[in-house]
C-alpha cells in the first residue's frame, strides 16, 4: 500500500491587538497594529519554526494589519525572504456597528458566534453570519489546495477564519465549531491530501511562549465584551 502524500499548512491567529481603548471605546478593526504583547507572540512562535527548521514554500495573510505584521515577526525569526501574498477573502468574521447593538443583546452579540455548534445564520455583532463567513472561507481552500506547487504553507489569519478551517478539517462537512480556542499568536498543524476530506489535523492552539494557558479561563470575545462594556457605563 502506497502511503498518501500530503502537504503541510501551518495555519496562525495573528498576535495580540488592542480593539478597544481604556475608557471601551472602539479602535477601527481594520486598522490596528500588534501590541507589544503581540509582537512577542509572533517573534515566539516563529522561534518554534526556526528550532525545527521549518521552511516555508508560500506565506498567506488576509492583508489586514495584524496579519501581515505576526508574518513578518515570524519570517525575521526563521530568516526566510519571502514574499507575502494577501487573500482579501480571509480577512476576520465581519462585525456591524457596535453602538447598533442594545445592552440586552451585547453578550449574545460577541459569544454566540463562537458556542458550540454554531447555525450558519447567527450574525457576529449583528453583522456578516457564519454562513457567509464559510461562503468565502472554503473555496479561497479549495484555490490553495488544487495549486500543486507548494509543500508547505503558513498562513497567518483570524480567530473565526481558523475555526472555518479548523471545523471543515476536522469533520469534513461544512460545520462551524464555535468553541474551538484560537489563542493569539497560536499555530496549528494540518496536513492535506489530494480528496476533499483527506485532512489531519496534528495539533492545535500550540501558543508560544505559554505553552499551557494557564493565565485566563475566558475566551477572548468574553474578554472584549467587558473591555467594550465600559463605553456604556
Known amino acids: ?28 478593526p481594520e486598522a490596528v497594529p500588534l501590541n507589544e504583547q503581540g509582537r512577542a507572540q509572533a517573534e515566539a512562535a516563529g ?3 526556526a528550532s525545527d527548521g521549518v521552511r516555508f514554500d508560500r506565506v498567506i495573510v488576509s492583508g489586514l494589519p495584524r496579519t501581515v505584521e505576526t508574518a513578518q515577526g515570524v519570517l525575521a525569526q526563521t530568516g526566510q525572504e519571502i514574499a507575502l501574498e494577501v487573500w482579501p477573502e480571509l480577512v476576520e468574521i465581519r462585525g456591524g456597528k457596535l453602538a447598533s447593538i442594545a445592552d440586552a443583546d451585547l453578550q449574545e452579540a460577541f459569544t454566540g458566534a463562537f458556542e458550540g455548534v454554531v447555525p ?21 481552500l479549495d484555490r490553495l489546495r ?36 484560537q489563542t493569539a499568536g497560536c499555530i496549528n498543524a494540518l496536513d492535506v491530501g489530494t480528496h ?22 475566558s475566551t477572548t470575545m468574553e474578554i472584549l465584551l467587558e473591555q467594550y462594556r465600559k463605553s456604556r457605563r
Do not use: C
Open 47 to 49: 522561534r518554534v519554526f
Open 1 to 28: 500500500m502506497t502511503t498518501a502524500k500530503r502537504r503541510r499548512i501551518y495555519l496562525m491567529r495573528h498576535g495580540n491587538v488592542t480593539y478597544f481603548d481604556d475608557a471601551g471605546k472602539p479602535y477601527l
Open 146 to 181: 488544487q495549486d500543486s506547487d507548494w509543500d508547505t504553507a503558513l498562513l497567518v489569519l483570524h480567530g473565526g477564519v481558523n475555526r472555518a478551517i479548523l471545523s471543515l478539517a476536522l469533520t469534513g462537512e461544512r460545520l462551524f465549531l464555535g468553541n474551538l480556542a
Open 196 to 217: 476533499a476530506k483527506d485532512w489531519v489535523v496534528r495539533f492545535v492552539n500550540h501558543a508560544a511562549p505559554a505553552v499551557l494557558q494557564d493565565d485566563t479561563r
Open 120 to 140: 450558519e445564520h447567527r450574525r457576529f455583532l449583528n453583522g456578516e453570519s457564519i454562513g457567509e463567513l464559510m461562503d468565502r472561507v472554503h473555496p479561497a
